[in-house]
T-cell receptor, first 117, second 116 residues
Framework: AQTVTQSQPEMSVQEAETVTLSCTYD???????LFWYKQPPSRQMILVIR??????QNATENRFSVNFQKAAKSFSLKISDSQLGDTAMYFCAFRETYGGATNKLIFGTGTLLAVQP | DTEVTQTPKHLVMGMTNKKSLKCEQHMGHRAMYWYKQKAKKPPELMFVYSYEKLSINESVPSRFSPECPNSSLLNLHLHALQPEDSALYLC???????????????FGPGTRLTVL
């Protein structure tokens, strides 16, 4: 069974600094999707970034980028120039490609990020 | 537009009440989901609908009854809930390709449910 592990329950970063959130996963599949979702105190789950496993190039979205290491099954999220609005719970999630009718996302336990002024 | 809406935002109900949660999307997505989320925990999948048909029920108690009346709307009917059912209920949707869900799920803002 697939599992997703986020080993950092809480992190703190100063405004304008860079922070990296860790995520590892376990799967026997060769093709799959990985996601980072952000959930601010307002509680809406917002997609931050996605990565397709067959693409070697790391995904980037403005200040957010990932370091995808397929062999190591690692998928870390880097947030550059941290802003107060980045304060949120961050969930790493995994989905198999063509997972049948389920499209079940496997979530990690989350990392609570606090950006300090 | 990647918007999923949910109503109500907050709901307080007694254990003998019947209430419904509503979810709507106009992105043309044909897969819709209900999740339950406890505080500081990841979402737990409850139900999946594909082409308005229930495709997955993750062993959810029968006091939760989902309904998908059309391709844009998803309801969750609640009856005889327990206090431990208090949680944030999230709806999500995703496109379908070749009758299988594609990758990205888009979430609504959730309904905060309190059962007294």
């Amino acid at each position: 069974a697939q599992t997703v592990t986020q080993s950092q329950p809480e992190m703190s970063v100063q405004e304008a600094e860079t922070v990296t959130l860790s995520c590892t996963y376990d799967t026997s599949e060769s093709n799959y999707y990985l996601f980072w979702y952000k959930q601010p105190p307002s509680r809406q789950m917002i997609l931050v970034i996605r990565q397709e496993a067959y693409k070697q190039q790391n995904a980037t979205e403005n200040r957010f980028s990932v370091n995808f290491q397929k062999a190591a099954k690692s998928f870390s999220l880097k947030i550059s120039d941290s802003q107060l609005g980045d304060t949120a719970m961050y969930f790493c999630a995994f989905r198999e490609t063509y997972g049948g009718a389920t499209n079940k996302l496997i979530f990690g336990t989350g990392t609570l990020l606090a950006v300090q002024p | 537009d990647t918007e999923v809406t949910q109503t109500p935002k907050h709901l307080v109900m007694g254990m003998t009440n019947k209430k419904s949660l509503k979810c709507e999307q106009h992105m043309g997505h044909r897969a819709m989901y209900w999740y339950k989320q406890k505080a500081k925990k990841p979402p737990e999948l409850m139900f999946v609908y594909s082409y308005e048909k229930l495709s997955i029920n993750e062993s959810v108690p029968s006091r939760f009854s989902p309904e998908c009346p059309n391709s844009s709307l998803l309801n969750l009917h609640l009856h005889a809930l327990q206090p431990e059912d208090s949680a944030l209920y999230l709806c999500a949707s995703s496109p379908l390709r070749d009758r299988e869900p594609t990758d990205t799920q888009y979430f609504g803002p959730g309904t905060r449910l309190t059962v007294l």
